[in-house]
């Protein structure tokens, strides 16, 4: 009989390398059988069940690879050759072989794939929200349809983290093309509960409240309705004349904002560290992340700058209200402001946000993350 290793970590001979945790237990069996050339009888009898159970996988996760996030993701998992775009493949493969001489992980583990799983799904579930991605592009692309057929850019993701939930079925792509756009599945929205709960469950056992002081208005992670956030609400309304309360630009400030505010949230220990900058936000700064990455330390640097260039009181609302995704009425309560008078505030925050934000890509390109 063929031992086969357990669901937690499959080597290939032939490949070399291992299957992460997260990877379904039909891509480890098709894996293990194209690449392995361990037989179909073999795996099933390891696993306890019939050989066409295994047979049905193997061909279900061979119909898949026509979705190119897929396939490319199969061929980073398996090593092998077959692509649906041979002359894209070869492109995308000089980009891996380059990262891996940088140092950079390939296939991403359980861990990012769950920490970039609760900032991407989170945005796929927003009204209009999709995943563009390029056949050429090493980045994905998360847009959402704005007021008047505009598209707002809400967040960038790793090609590699787009193949991994694309082979986990969170997200799936209708239609095909040079720009495919992925939209969240059944499978992705449960995934995503699991992932808030667990979040919520180690944030309860972290022992906030004695890092934060006995302060009271230190925003809790009450969820938020993830079809929208505070500011797509706010964005909807219209003034008295007719014109939009927010305009684009400062909707695309406001959501760059909490972009890296998220990607600074990767980081060791780091949502202590801002829940605890509200209560300084006058002396001093949130402290770095602990071992963090590189690009988390610039999220966490870009934050840093654009709330010191609000200010008291604006940074507030807005770290509130775009970060930590409270409402308008919350936010005015905590704060001690009348009624209706936070979403006056948030516009004026958002419009010296856009003028720094503005000022900023002048020495440094735009792109979020």
């Known amino acids: ?3 086969v290793q357990s669901t937690t970590e499959v080597t290939g ?11 379904p237990r ?6 293990d059988h194209t690449e392995m050339g361990i037989p179909i009888r073999a795996l099933a009898r390891e696993q306890g069940c019939h050989a066409s159970t295994v047979l049905r996988q193997i061909r279900r996760v061979e119909t898949l690879r026509d979705d190119p996030l897929v396939d490319n993701a199969l061929k980073s998992l398996g090593g092998g050759e077959v692509s649906v775009r041979e002359q894209v493949q070869k492109r995308l493969d000089s980009m891996r072989q380059a990262k ?7 296939v991403p583990n359980i861990a990012e794939l769950s920490a970039h799983g609760n900032r991407v799904l989170k945005r796929l579930c927003e009204t209009g929200a ?3 991605v390029a056949a050429d592009m090493e980045k994905a692309v998360i847009v959402r349809d704005g007021n008047d057929g505009e598209n707002t850019r809400t967040g960038v993701v790793d090609r590699t983290i787009a193949e991994a939930m694309a082979l986990k079925g969170w997200i799936s792509a209708p239609e095909g093309g040079r720009i495919s756009r992925y939209q969240i599945t059944s499978q992705g929205r449960s995934a995503l509960a699991d992932i808030m709960a667990l979040d919520e469950s180690e944030h309860l056992n972290t022992g906030l409240d004695a890092s934060v002081g ?9 969820r938020y309705g993830v079809t929208e956030s505070p500011l797509s609400a706010l964005a909807r309304r219209r003034d008295r004349d007719g014109t939009r309360f927010l305009t684009s630009e400062m ?9 890296d505010f998220e990607i600074a949230q990767m980081g060791a220990e780091v949502a202590r560290n801002w829940e605890s900058f509200l209560q300084a936000l006058r002396p001093a700064s949130a402290p770095a992340p602990v071992s963090a990455t590189p690009a988390i330390e610039r999220a966490h640097a870009r934050v840093i700058d654009a709330l010191a260039e609000l200010g008291p009181g604006l940074s507030d609302v807005t770290l509130r209200c775009c970060c930590f995704l409270e409402g308008l009425e919350t936010a005015e309560k905590v704060l001690g402001w009348s009624a209706r008078s936070g979403k006056i505030v948030l516009r004026i925050a958002l419009m010296r946000l856009q003028a720094h934000y503005a000022d900023a890509s ?6 979020i993350g």
């Open 214 to 222: 006995h302060c009271s208005d230190v925003p809790s992670r009450a």
């Open 13 to 23: 001979e032939k490949s070399g390398k291992s299957v992460p945790a997260w990877v």
């Open 26 to 31: 039909s891509v480890q069996n098709y894996i």
């Open 100 to 106: 891996i001489d940088a140092g950079e992980k390939e």
């Open 251 to 259: 909707v695309r400030a406001g959501e760059r904002l909490r972009e």
């Open 130 to 132: 999709v995943l563009a």
């Open 1 to 3: 009989m063929v031992q």
């Open 362 to 367: 002048v020495q440094e390109t735009a792109m």
